[in-house]
């Protein structure tokens, strides 16, 4: 069945550490997103994608840092300058001409 | 820049009640979308509305988009406790890029 791969589903870091969060999609999708879900603020884009080997920020790009250098696979650093990491992050994919995103099963990464 | 509200943040409903979500944008849409997130879920895709006016239904469920493309609702008819979770609206712009709204957390009551 075609999807989207997100692992692992709980991460923990130290503060000060960079991790990097896996996404996959076998949907043969052109774009792909990283969105960060906070309680009561929704879903916030922090990089999109919409083709191989370029990708543009979103409204929270800071301390984030996403390579494309594969249609199927878009990783997301979070890196030290991030201010507030622990999060929930969803990674999702949309194919030009059919409706709605396709997201991924999540992150849930706690830094401490 | 652009925004996407939504209200109410919370609905706690009795099961059978029905269920209302209103979202509300600062600028013109070209299109609207809705997802539910189940409790510890991912959203998941439910419906776009592309048109002024539209109006569709997915069973109990009935969604509008307005004439002015700036505002949308979602109606649930009779909530039951599969209905649970959080609602979602998501705007396109004419840029392309899909603003989320805040979410309507609906709990049902058996």
């Known amino acids: 069945d075609g999807g989207i791969t997100q692992s692992p589903k709980y991460l923990f870091r130290k503060e000060g550490q960079n991790v990097t969060l896996s996404c996959e999609q076998n949907l043969n999708h052109d774009a792909m997103y990283w969105y960060r879900q906070d309680p009561g603020q929704g879903l916030r884009l922090i990089y999109y994608?919409?083709?191989?080997?370029?990708?543009q920020k979103g409204d929270i790009a800071e301390g984030y840092s996403v390579s494309r250098e594969k249609k199927e696979s878009f990783p997301l650093t979070v890196t030290s300058a991030q201010k507030n990491p622990t999060a929930f992050y969803l990674c999702?994919?949309?194919?030009?001409?059919?409706?709605?995103?396709?997201f991924g099963s999540g992150t849930r990464l706690t830094v401490v | 820049g652009q925004q996407v509200m939504q209200i109410p943040q919370y609905q706690h409903v009795q099961e059978g009640e029905d269920f209302t979500t209103y979202c509300n944008s600062s600028t013109t849409l070209s299109n609207i979308q809705w997802y539910k997130q189940r409790p510890g879920g991912h959203p998941v895709f439910l419906i776009q509305l592309v048109k002024s006016g539209e109006v569709k239904k997915q069973k109990r469920l009935t969604f509008q988009f307005g004439e002015a493309k700036k505002n949308s609702s979602l109606h649930i008819t009779a909530t039951q406790t599969t209905d649970v979770g959080t609602y979602f609206c998501?705007?396109?712009?004419?840029?392309?890029?899909?603003?989320f709204g805040q979410g309507t957390e609906l709990s049902v009551k058996p």
């Open positions: 994608s919409q083709i191989v080997n370029d990708f």
């Open positions: 999702a994919s949309s194919i030009e001409g059919a409706a709605g995103y396709t």
């Open positions: 998501a705007g396109n712009n004419q840029g392309g890029k899909l603003i």
